[in-house]
């Protein structure tokens, strides 16, 4: 069984900046990828960010330059660093780990946090 645990949300002013964690625990052999969607009232989940256990990175088009995605591989933690928030970035942020092959299995599988609120005031 593997646990995603999100840390960081909270009530932000536009302009500023807030630090979400996400730490995976369980019978984890390796992740492939991990990453943060978010979900606003009456829209879809989106892909915010996500980084390969290689480092590299993808971006959704509205938080690039302003969103920077980290991973430790050794603690199997995701970071995303939100600078210059906007209203518009208000929304549940869910953590997500995927390609993660378990040792109790040996399967590969995706798992997501239960989400973080982010609020931010205009």
């Known amino acids: 069984q593997v646990q995603l645990v999100e840390s960081g949300g909270g009530l932000v002013q536009a302009g500023g900046s807030l630090r979400l964690s996400c730490a995976a625990s369980?019978?984890?052999?390796?992740?492939?990828?991990m990453g943060w969607y978010r979900q606003a009232p009456g829209k879809q989940r989106e892909l915010v960010a996500s980084?390969?256990?290689?480092?590299?990175?993808n971006y959704a088009d509205s938080v690039k330059g302003r969103f920077t995605i980290s991973r430790d591989n050794a603690k199997n933690t995701v970071y995303l660093q939100m600078n210059s928030l906007k209203p518009e970035d208000t929304a549940v942020y869910y953590c997500?780990?995927?390609?993660?092959?378990?040792?109790?299995?040996?399967?590969?599988?995706?798992?997501w946090g239960q989400g973080t609120q982010v609020t931010v005031s205009s």
């Open positions: 997500n780990a995927d390609g993660v092959v378990v040792t109790t299995t040996w399967g590969k599988y995706r798992y």
């Open positions: 369980g019978s984890i052999f390796s992740i492939e990828s």
């Open positions: 980084i390969t256990s290689g480092g590299s990175t």
